[in-house]
């Protein structure tokens, strides 16, 4: 059976799945696994803050992922976090890095993989303002 990588792996124990029921589900992206039906990728975003296509806030991202969630995600880490990072739209080591540290900061779970625990954590760049997710949408 395939083994996973470690992006796929952190995602995965992000979602809370044992590994022997992950490992069945390792021979396909974490697009195409249960795992996405819990909680789905993020895909697009509302202007501020990544979403699933659905239009839902509660997705997951990490290393691979790209697009306009991944740069609604770098906006809000430098403008609002103090990360030095670039806004490019690839979630790269540096993306996992500037969210290891606010999850690092925030106390919670610290993966490397953007989901709901370090969207409510993070503050979110609204025009010229930073807000929290609860005080915004939540």
């Known amino acids: 059976m395939p083994r996973a990588t470690n992006g796929t792996e952190r995602a995965l124990k992000a979602l809370g799945l044992a590994a022997a029921s992950a490992t069945a589900a390792l021979a396909f992206p974490l697009t195409a696994t249960a795992a996405s039906t819990a909680i ?74 953007y989901g709901p625990q370090t969207r409510n954590a993070m503050s979110w760049h609204v025009g010229a303002d930073c807000v929290g997710y609860q005080y915004g949408w939540g």
């Open 40 to 113: 789905p990728s993020c895909t697009t975003t509302d202007g501020v803050i990544p979403a699933s296509s659905s239009g839902s806030h509660y997705c997951v991202m990490g290393v691979g992922n790209g697009g306009s969630p991944v740069t609604a995600l770098q906006r809000s880490l430098r403008a609002c976090e103090g990360q030095s990072i670039a806004v490019d739209g690839i979630y790269g080591p540096a993306t996992r890095n500037a969210v290891l540290n606010v999850q690092r900061r925030a106390g919670i779970s610290q993966d490397g993989v």
